[in-house]
C-alpha cells in the first residue's frame, strides 16, 4: 500500500537561563505579593526568616494533599454512581480524570523544584504551564459540580472545597513565579522583533512506527481507537512518534487520545476526506467537557490533514469538536466544524498551523496558552436571537501564562452566517486574554470588536489586544473603551508570537509543522 507524507520542518534556537538567588524574608512578606494574602499567611507556618523557594515547596506539597483529599471524595462518591443520575456520574468522571491529571503535574513540579532554586527559562515556562493548567482543572471541575442538580449534597460538599482550592493555586502559583521564574516574564519584553524568522520544509521527524487505518480492512486497523489503543504507554519524544496513517473516510467514533499515548502523530488524506464526526452535546445529557469528537490528552500529540464534527447543531447548544488539553500538541491543515464551542482549546501548549475553524457562540475557548497562526475562521448562523463571539478565553488568575494569540489568519462569514451580528470575543473570566495580530477581519466584525460577558464583569481585568491588522472589520477606531481593551505596538505584540508566548522554538521543530516566530 503506497501512502504519502506530509512536508515536515524543524530549527533550533538557545534557551535562556533564569537565576534566582535564595533570600530570607518573612513569609508575611511573601504572602503580601500573592493575591491571596490572608489566606496565604493563615495556611503558612508563621516565620521571619524563610525563602520563596522553602515556602514555594510547601505550599505544592499542600496542594498535592488537597489535590488528593478532592481526589478521595470524588472517588467516595463514584463507589455509588449506579444510584445516582447520568450527569451527576459525568460531571464527578470529569473531576475524577481532571484530578488525575493534576497530581501528575503537581508531582512533576515538586520533582522540578524540589532541590534547586533556580531554573532555566524554558523549565521555568514548564513548571508555569503545568500550574497554570492544575487551576484551569480544577475550574473545570468545579464548574461542571455547579450543573449538578441532585443530590444537591453532593454539589453542596464539593462547592464548599472549591475556594479554598482555588486560593491555594493561585498562592502556589504566584510564590513559584517569585521564587524561579522572576526573570522569565521580563524576558520576553526585550524579544528581537527585528524580522520574521522562517521555517520551512525539513525531514528530519523521527517516527517510531507506522499503522494503517483503513475502513475497507485493507490495513493494520479499521478503526482509530483501535490504532490508538496500540500506541505505546508514556513514549518520550526521543524515541519518535507513533505515525497513525488514517485513510480517507468518514469514521463515526468518538476518539480520545489519553493521557499515557504520548507521542502520537496522525495524519489524514485531508480536509473534507478524512473525517471524524460526532454528535454529544450538553443538551444530551454530557458536560462541555466530555461532549468532544475528538479529544486530546497525551503529550507531544501532532494531527495533520484531518476533518473533525461534531453535527449536534447550533439547536443543542454546547457541542464541541476537538477539546485539546495536551501539553505541546499540534494541529496542522485541519478542519474543526461545530457551532458552540466547537474548538475547546482547554489547557497547556498548544499550535494551529492553515486550519479552519467553523462556529457561533464561544466557539474558540478555553485557557490554553495557544497560538493559531494562518488560519481561517468562519462565524456561521447560531440559533435565532443569538450573537456569535468567535473567543471566549477562560484564564483566571493573573500570574497564568495562557491566552489565545490569533496571527496572520482570516475572519470571514461562513456562508449561512446571513447579518449575524459577530464580535471577536467576550470576557469568560475575570482575565481574559486574547490578542488578534496581523490578521485579515472582514465586514462581519462589529464595529466595537468586543462584547460583554455579563455588564461590567472583566472589562478591566481582561486583556483583549489588536495589532497591524487589516480588512473592513479591522477598524480601531470605534472599538470598545474599556480599560481592558489595547491597540498595542509591535514591542507588545512580539510577547504572543510563537517563541515568546508558547515557547515554540523549543518543541515545535520535531512535529514537522511549518511557522514563523516574530512579526511579518
Same mark, same amino acid.
Given at each position: 500500500?503506497?501512502?504519502?507524507?506530509?512536508? =515536515?520542518?524543524?530549527?533550533?534556537?538557545?534557551? #535562556?537561563?533564569?537565576?534566582?538567588? /535564595?533570600?530570607?524574608?518573612?513569609?508575611?512578606?511573601?504572602?503580601?505579593? /500573592?493575591?491571596?494574602?490572608?489566606?496565604?499567611?493563615?495556611?503558612?507556618?508563621?516565620?521571619?526568616?524563610?525563602?520563596?523557594?522553602?515556602?514555594?515547596?510547601?505550599?505544592?506539597?499542600?496542594?498535592?494533599?488537597?489535590?488528593?483529599? =478532592?481526589?478521595?471524595?470524588?472517588?467516595?462518591?463514584?463507589?455509588?454512581?449506579?444510584?445516582? @443520575?447520568?450527569?451527576?456520574?459525568?460531571?464527578?468522571?470529569?473531576?475524577?480524570?481532571?484530578?488525575?491529571?493534576?497530581?501528575?503535574?503537581? %508531582?512533576?513540579?515538586?520533582?522540578?523544584?524540589?532541590?534547586?532554586?533556580?531554573?532555566?527559562?524554558?523549565?521555568?515556562?514548564?513548571?508555569?504551564?503545568?500550574?497554570?493548567?492544575?487551576?484551569?482543572?480544577?475550574?473545570?471541575?468545579?464548574?461542571?459540580?455547579? %450543573?449538578?442538580?441532585?443530590?444537591?449534597?453532593?454539589?453542596?460538599?464539593?462547592?464548599?472545597?472549591?475556594?479554598?482550592?482555588?486560593?491555594?493555586?493561585? *498562592?502556589?502559583?504566584?510564590?513559584?513565579?517569585?521564587?524561579?521564574?522572576?526573570? /522569565?516574564?521580563?524576558?520576553?519584553?526585550?524579544?528581537?522583533?527585528? +524580522?520574521?524568522?522562517?521555517?520551512? *520544509?525539513?525531514?528530519?521527524?523521527?517516527?517510531?512506527?507506522?499503522?494503517? *487505518?483503513?475502513?475497507?480492512?485493507?490495513?493494520?486497523?479499521? /478503526?482509530?481507537?483501535?490504532?490508538?489503543?496500540?500506541? @505505546?504507554?508514556?513514549?518520550?519524544? &526521543?524515541?519518535?512518534?507513533?505515525?497513525?496513517?488514517?485513510?480517507?473516510?468518514?469514521?463515526?467514533?468518538?476518539?480520545?487520545?489519553?493521557?499515557?499515548?504520548?507521542?502520537?502523530?496522525?495524519?489524514?488524506?485531508?480536509?473534507?476526506? %478524512?473525517?471524524?464526526?460526532?454528535?454529544?452535546?450538553?443538551?444530551?445529557?454530557?458536560?462541555?467537557?466530555?461532549?468532544?469528537?475528538?479529544?486530546?490528552?497525551?503529550?507531544?500529540?501532532?494531527?495533520?490533514?484531518?476533518?473533525?464534527?461534531?453535527?449536534?447543531?447550533?439547536?443543542? #447548544?454546547?457541542?464541541?469538536?476537538?477539546?485539546?488539553?495536551?501539553?505541546?500538541?499540534?494541529?496542522?491543515?485541519?478542519?474543526?466544524?461545530?457551532?458552540?464551542?466547537?474548538?475547546?482549546?482547554? &489547557?497547556?501548549?498548544?499550535?494551529?498551523?492553515?486550519?479552519?475553524?467553523?462556529?457561533?457562540?464561544?466557539?474558540?475557548?478555553?485557557?490554553?496558552?495557544?497560538?493559531?497562526?494562518?488560519?481561517?475562521?468562519?462565524?456561521?448562523?447560531?440559533?435565532?436571537?443569538?450573537?456569535? +463571539?468567535? %473567543?471566549?478565553?477562560?484564564?483566571?488568575?493573573?500570574?497564568?501564562?495562557?491566552?489565545?494569540?490569533?496571527?496572520?489568519?482570516?475572519? =470571514?462569514?461562513?456562508?449561512?452566517?446571513?447579518?449575524?451580528?459577530?464580535?471577536?470575543?467576550?470576557?469568560?473570566?475575570?482575565? &481574559?486574554?486574547?490578542?488578534?495580530?496581523?490578521?485579515?477581519?472582514?465586514?462581519?466584525?462589529? @464595529?466595537?470588536?468586543?462584547?460583554?460577558?455579563?455588564?461590567?464583569?472583566?472589562?478591566?481585568?481582561?486583556?483583549?489586544?489588536?495589532?497591524?491588522?487589516?480588512?473592513?472589520? +479591522?477598524?480601531?477606531?470605534?472599538?470598545?473603551?474599556?480599560?481592558?481593551? #489595547?491597540?498595542?505596538? +509591535?514591542?507588545?505584540?512580539?510577547?504572543?508570537?510563537?517563541?515568546?508566548?508558547?515557547?515554540?522554538?523549543?518543541?515545535?521543530?520535531?512535529?514537522? *509543522?511549518?511557522?514563523?516566530?516574530?512579526?511579518?
Amino acid at each position: 500500500m503506497h501512502y504519502t507524507f506530509c512536508t =515536515l520542518a524543524l530549527f533550533f534556537l538557545s534557551l #535562556h537561563l533564569v537565576s534566582s538567588s /535564595t533570600i530570607s524574608f518573612s513569609t508575611d512578606t511573601i504572602c503580601n505579593r /500573592t493575591p491571596f494574602p490572608s489566606f496565604c499567611k493563615s495556611t503558612v507556618p508563621a516565620n521571619d526568616s524563610t525563602s520563596f523557594q522553602e515556602c514555594g515547596r510547601f505550599f505544592i506539597k499542600q496542594y498535592i494533599s488537597t489535590n488528593n483529599d =478532592l481526589l478521595s471524595i470524588v472517588d467516595k462518591y463514584l463507589e455509588n454512581q449506579k444510584d445516582l @443520575p447520568l450527569y451527576t456520574v459525568r460531571a464527578l468522571q470529569d473531576c475524577r480524570d481532571l484530578g488525575s491529571l493534576s497530581s501528575d503535574f503537581l %508531582t512533576d513540579t515538586l520533582q522540578s523544584i524540589s532541590s534547586v532554586s533556580t531554573l532555566e527559562a524554558s523549565k521555568a515556562k514548564d513548571v508555569q504551564s503545568l500550574l497554570s493548567a492544575i487551576q484551569t482543572n480544577q475550574e473545570t471541575c468545579f464548574g461542571g459540580v455547579s %450543573t449538578i442538580e441532585s443530590p444537591k449534597e453532593i454539589k453542596s460538599d464539593l462547592q464548599a472545597r472549591e475556594l479554598n482550592t482555588s486560593m491555594l493555586g493561585s *498562592v502556589s502559583l504566584s510564590v513559584f513565579m517569585d521564587g524561579w521564574a522572576n526573570g /522569565t516574564s521580563s524576558a520576553t519584553k526585550e524579544a528581537d522583533q527585528s +524580522a520574521r524568522r522562517l521555517y520551512t *520544509v525539513g525531514a528530519n521527524v523521527i517516527v517510531n512506527k507506522t499503522v494503517v *487505518v483503513d475502513p475497507t480492512g485493507n490495513g493494520d486497523f479499521t /478503526t482509530i481507537s483501535d490504532a490508538l489503543d496500540a500506541a @505505546p504507554n508514556n513514549s518520550i519524544a &526521543s524515541y519518535g512518534y507513533y505515525l497513525i496513517y488514517v485513510m480517507a473516510g468518514v469514521y463515526e467514533e468518538y476518539v480520545n487520545v489519553i493521557k499515557s499515548k504520548k507521542y502520537v502523530m496522525m495524519i489524514g488524506d485531508g480536509i473534507n476526506q %478524512t473525517i471524524i464526526t460526532g454528535n454529544r452535546s450538553v443538551a444530551d445529557g454530557w458536560t462541555t467537557f466530555t461532549t468532544g469528537t475528538f479529544i486530546v490528552v497525551g503529550q507531544g500529540f501532532v494531527g495533520v490533514n484531518m476533518t473533525i464534527r461534531n453535527t449536534a447543531g447550533a439547536v443543542k #447548544h454546547q457541542a464541541v469538536a476537538l477539546r485539546n488539553n495536551a501539553d505541546l500538541s499540534t494541529f496542522y491543515m485541519c478542519s474543526f466544524e461545530g457551532y458552540q464551542d466547537t474548538l475547546y482549546t482547554h &489547557s497547556l501548549r498548544q499550535f494551529y498551523r492553515e486550519c479552519d475553524v467553523y462556529g457561533t457562540v464561544d466557539f474558540i475557548f478555553g485557557n490554553a496558552v495557544v497560538v493559531l497562526q494562518n488560519c481561517n475562521i468562519y462565524p456561521r448562523l447560531p440559533l435565532q436571537g443569538q450573537f456569535n +463571539a468567535i %473567543t471566549a478565553q477562560g484564564r483566571t488568575d493573573i500570574n497564568q501564562n495562557t491566552g489565545t494569540s490569533i496571527q496572520n489568519c482570516t475572519i =470571514l462569514p461562513a456562508e449561512d452566517l446571513g447579518l449575524t451580528k459577530t464580535y471577536l470575543g467576550r470576557p469568560w473570566k475575570l482575565y &481574559s486574554r486574547v490578542v488578534y495580530m496581523e490578521s485579515f477581519m472582514g465586514s462581519l466584525i462589529e @464595529p466595537a470588536g468586543w462584547s460583554i460577558w455579563s455588564g461590567d464583569f472583566a472589562l478591566n481585568t481582561s486583556y483583549y489586544a489588536e495589532y497591524n491588522n487589516i480588512g473592513p472589520g +479591522a477598524d480601531t477606531t470605534n472599538r470598545v473603551t474599556w480599560d481592558g481593551f #489595547h491597540v498595542i505596538n +509591535a514591542t507588545e505584540a512580539v510577547n504572543f508570537d510563537v517563541s515568546n508566548f508558547i515557547a515554540g522554538d523549543y518543541w515545535l521543530p520535531a512535529t514537522g *509543522v511549518p511557522y514563523y516566530i516574530g512579526l511579518m
